[in-house]
């Protein structure tokens, strides 16, 4: 009996303790098992070459959940207990994890790993100088720190250079047209850098840049908005200087992405970029537009780049790809390639119209345009009082144009307007036209590659070409109308394996590689091409069309002249397909 009342006191000891045990079992899992003893280890990536502004992770690889607290220089960072940290000034860094949250000494400890100043070194010799002094740096994660950092540059002294560290993404007002990001500090060079993004919430301008300011953008995308205001570019250069490098781009904006004017400067490196926006994609009126490296504008909804007065050059393999109303639109101005730049694959559709009362296609002086509108131009068009020059390796290819009456051009389209003051485009070096295409039909149609109307003048030189184009109207390679448009080839210029491939219905039918309809053709040099050229020759694939080398349309010989010192011909009788002729150094085959 004794017995069996002892194991009842021993069973229900037993029971109290193990109900003890598991009211307490934090405690006890923390004093015997977790006191600095936890199943796994802390560590922080990255590790090496860490700057301010990057984003440290600590990394736990334990089976337990864990608290985390960051330490600089061995004191506790206020707040920082979660398991990430973006340092804002230089130190040694530390995180400790714990099951739970004991003394200090319980917790199981990471390596330091050392932060340093954010190293704008070379980036500041570019930005900068080699000798300039950096007045401020700041570190910005949202649009608090932004305009805070604004703030300080727009109060501050001119002639001063500031960087500013973007570290996170982040959405900004837009600025009305009154507004300007960095106030009227004359002088000032801004360098904004990160791989992140600023974005426009709601409506205006993401940046403004004044007069005397120098603003240079860093691996940063600047979004635009789809419900922007209408006619407000995301980046507006209003008599300063705007420079975008690395990686950086401007896209996604309701209306154009870039506005150049009052004699501002807009420069592009590296691999920037501007595209997908629902306008054009850089404007120019009154300013300078350089692109250099592998920069690019593409996929805008309109003219990739459109200048109505200044420069706009483009160096080294840049590029105007892709844009959905013409590569690039002269209106005014000069536009300049060099190197291996390229204008390719846009598209234009649009057809031009003839209503009302019009004295004739020619009349003996401007105006051109009475009753009439006209159109065209897939990759360049060269407009009244606009200059277009090609240098070396430079090419407009694969751009095409579509669309019936008066239109043409899916190369480059250059004009003299309803006056008659001349669009003027060259060609040097080894610059070519070449792959674009015209598509369409009716009266006054032609030019796979180059289309000259209206007093446009278009002179080839050096080893410039313009091959492979294909047009439905006349013209495979060159179309060229009205009686003060001029084209000229000189040295060792080609024309060579174009097409005119569709018939069309105009009265003006032929032209493998040149078509005149009106105007003046002077060859001091170079090759066009007929059906004997082999892989060269350009070709009429037409019933009943003319000219594989070249076609003259009717009229007198006062609107269609091919002229040079040794050969003169009257309209009409180079509507041929075999015939040579010599025209002082050149040659018609």
Known sequence: MKNCKLNRWFY????????????????????????GELSGTVTITPN?????????????????????????????????TGNKYIPTIPGSYSVAASYSTPAFSDWTWSNSVMVNEADFSQRNIEDFGQTAIIHDVFIVRNSSEWNSALNRIRTGAGDRNYVINIIDDFSLNGLSTSQNSFGEANGITVSIRGDHSLSLAGTGRLMV????????????????????????????????EFTLKGKSSIYGNRSSGV?????????????????????????VSSGIFTMNNNA?????????????????????????????????????????????????????????????SFPGENPPFPPYN??????????????????FIMRENTSVNNNSTSGNNYTGGGGVWVDGGEWGVGGIFTMHDNASVHGNTYNGGGSGVGGGGVRVTRGGIFSMNDNASVYGNTSSGSGGGVYLTHDRS???????????????????????????????????????????????????????????????????????????ILSGSGFFTSIGSLSTTENTFNVLNGFLY
């Open 296 to 356: 690019s504008v593409y996929s805008n909804s309109s003219n990739g780049v459109s200048v109505s007065s200044g420069t706009f050059t483009m160096n080294d393999t840049a590029s105007v790809q892709g844009n959905s109303s013409t590569g690039v639109r002269m209106s005014g101005g000069t536009f300049i390639m060099n190197d291996s730049a390229s204008v390719y694959g846009n598209t234009h559709n649009g057809s031009g119209s003839s209503s009302g």
């Open 209 to 240: 840049i004044n007069a005397n300011q120098n603003i240079i953008v860093w691996d940063i995308g600047l979004e635009g908005q789809s419900n922007n205001t209408s006619n407000i570019p995301l980046v507006q250069v209003a008599d300063g």
């Open 370 to 387: 009475e009753g009439r509108s006209y159109n065209g131009g897939g990759g360049v068009v060269v407009g009244s009082g606009s200059t």
């Open 48 to 80: 090496s070459e860490v700057t301010v502004g990057m984003e440290l992770t600590a990394n736990y690889n334990g089976w337990e959940p864990v608290f985390f607290q960051w330490y600089r220089d061995s004191s506790g960072i206020g707040g920082a």
């Open 486 to 560: 001029i084209f000229t080839m000189h040295n060792s210029s080609s024309v060579r394996g174009n097409a005119f491939s569709t018939s069309g219905t105009g009265t003006n039918i032929g032209g493998g590689g040149v078509a005149i309809y009106q105007g003046t053709f002077r060859v001091t040099g170079g090759v066009v091409y007929g059906s004997n050229g082999g892989v060269n020759s350009n070709r009429v694939i037409v019933t009943g069309g003319s000219g594989a080398a070249l076609y003259i349309g009717s009229g007198t010989a006062q609107y269609g």
């Open 12 to 35: 229900k000891l037993a029971l109290t303790t193990l109900l003890i045990f598991a009211s307490c079992s934090d405690t006890f899992r923390e004093d015997f098992t977790f006191r």
């Open 259 to 283: 506005s150049v004017n009052n004699g501002g400067t807009f420069t592009m490196h590296d691999t920037a970029s501007v595209y997908g926006n629902n306008s054009v994609g850089v404007s």
